[in-house]
């Protein structure tokens, strides 16, 4: 058996969330958790807490990349906290530590981590009908240069899904 799949959670932060998204990401992290992968998220709030609430709820590992250096800004429900002090630098440290993306929602701050992403090949699911830039990028690529098409789901259930089932040739292993 190889090691544990590690799916990063991206969207909206405490101050944009709304309850649609904020419930999405709680049933996407309760789904990660039930398949046994490590829940990663910005640690903060949001669409962060919410997925990590879920998957704390289930049982799941949570494991929280926080820009600050406090482990105590982190929020509640991480069982792992790094607390990086990088600032928005550390978007670079969740997406290239994530073997699949899911979007929910999102502003300016996800676009940093979606970038990352897409620029080391990381397969990338955006959350249809959560807003923001999810709905944006489901189904489209970043640039012309089409590295990665970003695949939209319908679903929190079908999003983990297909984060669970990609192709193991389709995962970063640059």
Sequence with gaps: MGRQKQILVIGFGKD????G??????????????RSGILLTGGLGGVMEAASR????????????IPQD??????SYCDVVIATGIGLARDF???????AVIIVGGGAGTMIEAAAAYQKKIPIIALRGSGGIADR??????DDRSIERIIGENTPD?????????????????
Excluded: M, W
């Design 70 to 75: 406090n482990k105590a800004d982190a929020n």
């Design 158 to 174: 079908a999003a983990v899904r297909t984060a669970f089932n990609l192709p193991e040739e389709a995962e970063n292993d640059s």
């Design 93 to 99: 440290i969740t997406a290239y530590s994530a073997d």
């Design 16 to 19: 944009h969330c709304s309850l």
């Design 137 to 142: 990028l489901a189904d489209s690529y970043l």
């Design 54 to 65: 879920g998957a704390k709820e289930a049982g799941g590992l949570v494991v929280g990349i």
């Design 21 to 34: 998204a904020y419930q999405s990401a709680y049933k996407i992290g309760l789904e990660i958790a039930k």
